[in-house]
């Protein structure tokens, strides 16, 4: 079926905003952007309003509609997550499994191998947050549960790698000071992405890690140590990377506006990520929940342990791109970018996704002025919010 959608204001290839002009779609990808007085007009129109704009990725997305992934590592679970997070614009998303037992993460990753043969909609992946962190730096992570990586490790991710769809990654987050060098070659060879974090490593063992393949940083500033003027670290090495891609949770609590603006500043914005770190609040309205036997409680826009340790976020990506440019000095046009393309990069499929313009999936959003999300589109196929 080939439909247009018009009446709203496009963000044409990420770069030009377009009035006038319409989406043509058919069989889940853009056809044309085309000014709405040269559409055939045997052509289906369908009308939208706003701003339409790349659908967003999230690539760190633990939870939501009260679903915890590693509670239900499962088809359902990982749908049930997808439309939650839809109804905030996220058209695309890893669903994100933290530290765990084997038996457990096993069970991840035969769902995410079923999901993604069951074309689940949005799943890009499977985002696996451990187990293979520094101690020191767990944050909500169990540390009876971290370990070293295995044989074993090594063949189930670098199998799931190869068995998904082209369009589809596996991404790991580690702490490189914990990983034997010849691992971290083996998962970057059947191309799995890497990433830093939960680390405590020194700027060389991170600069080593990049050079073997690691593209970057999960949840820059969190559960890593801090940059000093001697021991510059992870935070020191991103900021002097641009080629490196850092996740920022932008939900105001994780991190400080300052501190985003200087990651910001230094680095450049191209490759800066919004994620969410979502937890199963997001779309559900119960304030506690049960994370890895801890209770974990929702007030304020937190989510924290009874000891105050920061469990993930209650934050949702429309809820980011407000804040990035509300509170980080950020253009509209850099934070769709920062929610859109700059992941799509990351997951190596910014050929496919990232960006409105013609021969990529039809995977959009409609923001209203408030840049509220009033409708999405997955693959060509429309579904306003839950």
């Known amino acids: ?71 239900s590592p499962n088809v359902e679970g990982i ?68 370990r070293p990586m ?22 790991v987050t580690l702490a490189p000071e914990m990983v034997e060098a010849t691992a971290i070659d083996q998962l970057i060879a059947a191309g799995v992405v890497l990433s830093a974090g939960h680390t405590a490593a020194s700027a060389e063992a991170i600069i080593d890690a990049r050079a073997r393949g690691l593209s970057g940083f999960t949840h820059l500033f969190n559960a890593m140590p801090p940059l000093t003027s001697r021991d510059p670290g992870p935070v020191g090495v991103a900021f002097t990377d641009p080629e490196s891609f850092c996740g920022l949770i932008v939900d105001l609590h994780h991190a400080s506006p300052i501190a985003l603006k200087a990651a910001i500043r230094a680095h450049g914005p191209e490759r800066m990520m919004l994620v969410t770190d979502a937890m199963s609040s997001v779309g559900f309205s119960e304030d506690t929940f ?18 105050g340790t920061l469990a993930g976020s209650d934050l949702d990506m429309a809820s980011a791109v407000r804040n990035t440019v509300n509170c980080l000095d950020v253009s509209l046009e850099e934070a769709l970018r920062m929610a859109s393309l700059y992941p ?8 496919e996704l990232g960006r409105i313009t013609p021969g990529y999936q039809a995977n959009l959003v409609a923001l209203d002025a408030d ?13 306003p919010p839950q």
């Open 1 to 71: 079926m080939t439909y247009a959608l018009i009446g709203a204001r496009i963000f044409n290839d990420n770069t030009t905003w377009l009035d006038g002009y319409a989406v043509v779609i058919d069989a889940g990808r853009i056809t044309a952007v085309t000014p709405e007085g040269a559409l055939d007009p045997a052509i289906e129109r369908q009308s939208t309003s706003g701003l339409l704009v790349p659908g967003f990725i999230d690539v760190q997305v633990n939870g939501g509609g009260g679903v915890l992934f590693n509670d």
């Open 79 to 146: 749908t049930a997550i997808g439309a939650a997070h839809r109804a905030y614009g996220t058209t695309g998303f890893l669903p994100t499994f933290i530290t765990d037992t084997p038996a457990r993460m096993r069970q991840a990753i035969a769902a995410t191998r079923e999901a993604a043969a069951q074309q689940a909609p949005g799943l890009l992946g499977v985002h696996l947050e451990g187990p293979f962190l520094n101690p020191a730096r767990k944050g909500i992570h169990d540390p009876a549960l971290i």
């Open 150 to 171: 295995d044989d074993d490790d090594i063949r189930q991710i670098t199998a799931l790698a190869h068995d998904l769809p082209e369009n589809m990654r596996v991404h």
């Open 290 to 307: 049960a994370l890895l036997g801890r209770q974990i409680t929702r007030a304020d826009g937190r989510l924290t342990a009874d000891d």
């Open 344 to 351: 799509a990069m990351f997951l190596r499929v910014e050929n």
């Open 371 to 383: 840049l509220n999300v009033s409708g999405s589109w997955i693959n060509g196929i429309g579904t």
